[in-house]
């Protein structure tokens, strides 16, 4: 394997379930939609995709070679993971947390 492809492997595996992962952040809810909506979730996925990689280089040039050389994959793959989905939880309840504000501003005043 080219030194290469061996430094890129925990996101060229995770590649397929990130974008799964990022369609679904996408189109789900459907609505409110708008340009802010987009500029936001755009920001989330390019922080979480930078937090992944970020993850995997540090896990591989720090991932302690005593443990055996298929050690540098699994912490770089287990860090790259959980950085991706620890930007995208986050964002999402930041998300969530917008729209209820919005709809609070929507409601009627009640009586």
Do not use: E
């Not at 060229?12 to 952040?25: G, H, N, Q, R, T």
């Not at 040039?61 to 993971?81: E, I, N, R």
């Not at 964002?91 to 947390?97: D, F, G, P, Q, Y």
Request: proline share 7%; aromatic share 14%.
């Amino acid at each position: 394997m080219s030194a290469d492809v061996q430094l890129h492997l925990a996101l060229i595996l995770f590649a397929p379930w990130f974008a799964i992962l990022s369609v679904l952040y996408w189109l789900y809810p459907r609505q409110p939609r708008g340009p802010m909506r987009t500029l936001t979730d755009s920001v989330a996925l390019l922080v979480a995709t930078a937090a992944a990689m970020a993850g995997m280089y540090w896990g591989m040039w720090h991932a302690d070679p005593g443990f055996g050389p298929m050690w540098k994959q699994v912490l770089a793959t287990s860090l790259a993971y959980g950085l991706y989905l620890g930007v995208m939880t986050a964002a999402l309840l930041l998300r969530r947390a917008w729209f209820s504000r919005l709809r609070a501003r929507q409601l009627p005043a009640s009586p």
